[in-house]
């Protein structure tokens, strides 16, 4: 018989189906059978009178321990699903603060394309020092940097020179027990000429990888086609009819920097989610990423196309781009997740404090508090994120996976914590690296704050070793002037 596994607090935050997704459950608990969840609710007599022969006879492990009466430990903590992430980048981590107070294309081309540019003309080198390839130790980073903050779910644009390691980042999830949607990047025009496709190039690396790495739902590829600018309009068609065929979400950044942006409609005379609808390249299968930049027509066609966006906070605002118009997209019906983007321009993958952050900006903004409540925010990194990514998780009810993490109250910043505050203080008090334990599908992950999965260790000295080592390289490397309005190109779409 498999063993159970159970887990009790002093709160529990289902977020469970919509019409109840605000319950707050005093001294709760979650049961786990493999990866899937049984049953979630609060602990009483009943429960404790069925579960707790079970935990005597060993047919239940109880995370954190139970009594030797078997009564399971009822931990200090936030009981809840683990966090979702719509949007991210795995390779940026040894980039944090490179090229800062830079707008977004200066910092792509100076740290983001500098730095994986280094890695391919030093692959050799590095291979040796670190005895794997050097972008599996950026990836196994982001995989820690995730589970430090309750991210068990994600899906990674893997853009650029990243494009042809999706054996490595594939390596990395595994590794880690997290569950991902990798995004493989394509760009013919407008960027750097070494990493430039065919519409053949871009489709067959799809193949290929979905043959040798698809792994159910723990593992997907999908298109994701770098930005509108940098891919025409006969590769953008390609890989959504790719998308289509195989049942597949598709991918894209639009419309994040306000240069770049106005350099496309200036040049193009239409806005990139324009074009993107032009060709046929909306629909409630595209996610956005970012949607800085908006017109009043670019959110009545994302409207009605039905296309998703992802809110990146962090990104948004240390690189400058602006902030997207993110009422009048709900008020819409346009769905919205909120998300981290990548380690280099957030400077790190703290996803709490990106859904405070975007909170913060549009009460302040609208001059109104009543906006994007704290339970607003927290739906939109946990159930939202899940539904638009068609993940089983973001929510404790039967029949999802068992990803769940316990946010650790004992902290003063979490002190007091009740029930009737227990959502708020998550996003306005935590400081976001306050979670204790983390599962993911059925495995615990993160045990009392120790990385189960992954030599933390070894992974932060090689990052630090990595990281130097591109700060020397980057001191006499020539500069890259080819990303977006940076660019010399003037293909027409």
């Not at 190039?201 to 790495?213: I, M, P, T, V, Y």
Request: charged share 25%; hydrophobic share 40%.
């Amino acid at each position: 018989m498999p063993v159970d596994l159970l887990m009790r607090a002093d709160f529990l935050i289902p977020l469970g189906p919509a019409g109840a997704r605000d319950r707050r459950i005093a001294d709760g608990y979650v049961l786990a059978r493999g990866r899937t969840l049984l049953e979630a609710g609060a602990w009483t007599a009943d429960v404790a009178d069925r579960l707790i022969p079970r935990v005597l006879t060993g047919a239940v492990d109880v995370i954190g321990g139970a009594s030797p009466d078997g009564t399971p430990a009822r931990l200090p903590g936030i009981l809840m699903p683990a966090l979702v992430k719509a949007h991210g980048h795995d390779h940026e981590s040894p980039i944090i603060g490179v090229a800062r107070d830079e707008p977004l294309a200066d910092w792509l081309d100076h740290a983001v394309n500098l730095f994986t540019g280094f890695m391919g003309e030093q692959r050799e080198e590095l291979e040796r020092a670190f005895g794997r390839s050097p972008n599996l130790v950026t990836y196994r980073k982001a995989r820690l940097d995730d589970l430090a903050y309750g991210i068990t779910s994600s899906m990674v644009h893997h853009c650029n020179h990243n494009k042809y390691h999706i054996e490595e980042i594939f390596e990395a999830n595994r590794e880690a027990g997290t569950r991902m949607i990798v995004a493989a990047g394509s760009q013919d025009r407008h960027y750097d000429d070494r990493i430039l496709d065919t519409p053949e190039e871009a489709l067959a690396r799809l193949d290929e990888a979905n043959e040798r790495f698809g792994d159910g739902d723990m593992f997907q590829v999908i298109p994701g086609p770098d930005q509108f600018f940098s891919n025409g309009p006969d590769l953008l068609r390609a890989l959504k009819d790719w998308a289509d065929r195989n049942g597949t979400l598709v991918h894209i950044h639009s419309s994040e920097e306000p240069r770049t942006t106005a350099w496309f409609r200036e040049t193009y005379g239409m806005t990139p989610v324009a074009y993107g609808e032009s060709i046929g390249f909306l629909d409630e299968r595209t996610i956005l990423a970012h949607q800085v930049n908006c017109t009043g027509e670019d959110l009545e066609i994302i409207r009605r196309t039905k296309a998703r966006v992802v809110h990146n906070p962090l990104a948004n605002t240390i690189l400058g781009s602006g902030m997207p118009p993110v009422i009048d997209m709900l008020e819409k019906g346009i769905p919205v997740a909120i998300s981290t983007d990548g380690s280099g321009s957030a400077d790190n993958q703290n996803i709490i404090n990106a859904a405070r952050l975007a909170s913060q900006f549009q009460k302040a903004l609208h001059q109104n508090a009543r906006l994007l409540t704290a339970q607003d925010v927290l739906e939109m990194v946990t159930c939202v994120p899940a539904a638009m990514l068609g993940m089983h998780v973001g929510e404790l009810t039967p029949g999802r996976d068992a990803d769940f993490i316990l946010v650790d109250t004992r902290a003063p910043n979490l002190t007091p914590t009740r029930l009737d505050n227990c959502v708020e203080n998550l996003i306005w008090a935590a400081n976001g690296n306050e979670v204790r334990y983390v599962v993911g599908a059925g495995r615990v992950l993160v045990d009392d704050y120790r990385f189960t999965t992954l030599d933390a260790e070894e992974i932060k000295n090689q990052v630090q070793d990595l990281s130097e080592r591109f700060a020397k390289y980057r001191r006499t490397a020539r500069e890259i002037q080819k990303t977006g309005a940076r660019s010399n190109g003037q293909e027409a779409p």
